[in-house]
């Protein structure tokens, strides 16, 4: 999972980078359009979607939260805030779920029943 990372952290940089450069100040939405936009580049790279029980169950779960900040208006704080506790909630979410993808997609499903996907938790 470590070019997965990087495909994230990646997309992340380029996204702080046009930020920076603009002469606007940076808001929530601003912060959920570069997540999502590494979050998608990442699945679109793995080949997993949601509901795979893979990373990117936490990680659509943190954009989620931060879109409906970002209507809510909240401040960026609030905002990363709610999208913490929502990744770890969708990362907890994985144990539930059926290995779609992943290196959880090697291991027998009676393994899994009761523990989150180690990359959801990882990214939580």
Same mark, same amino acid.
């Given at each position: 999972?470590?070019?997965?990372?990087?495909?994230?952290?990646?997309?992340?940089?380029? @996204?702080? =980078?046009? !930020?920076?450069?603009?002469?606007?100040?940076?808001? &929530?939405? #601003?912060?959920? =359009?570069?997540?999502?936009?590494?979050?998608?580049?990442? @699945? #679109?790279?793995?080949?997993?979607?949601? /509901?795979?029980?893979?990373?990117?169950?936490?990680?659509?779960?943190?954009?989620?939260?931060? @879109?409906?900040?970002?209507?809510? /208006?909240? #401040?960026?704080?609030?905002?990363?805030?709610?999208?913490?506790?929502?990744?770890?909630?969708?990362?907890?979410? &994985?144990?539930?779920?059926?290995?779609?993808? /992943?290196?959880?997609?090697?291991?027998?499903?009676?393994?899994?029943? &009761? &523990?989150? #996907?180690?990359?959801? !938790?990882?990214? @939580?």
């Amino acid at each position: 999972s470590g070019v997965l990372h990087r495909i994230l952290l990646l997309s992340l940089a380029v @996204s702080a =980078k046009e !930020m920076e450069s603009s002469p606007e100040a940076v808001t &929530t939405a #601003d912060i959920e =359009k570069a997540l999502k936009r590494a979050v998608d580049a990442l @699945s #679109d790279s793995g080949g997993a979607s949601r /509901g795979d029980r893979t990373m990117l169950d936490a990680l659509y779960a943190s954009v989620d939260a931060l @879109s409906a900040a970002a209507k809510e /208006g909240k #401040d960026i704080p609030a905002a990363l805030a709610e999208a913490v506790s929502s990744a770890e909630i969708g990362a907890e979410a &994985t144990k539930d779920m059926l290995a779609r993808a /992943g290196r959880s997609n090697y291991v027998p499903e009676d393994v899994l029943k &009761t &523990t989150p #996907d180690p990359g959801a !938790m990882a990214v @939580s």
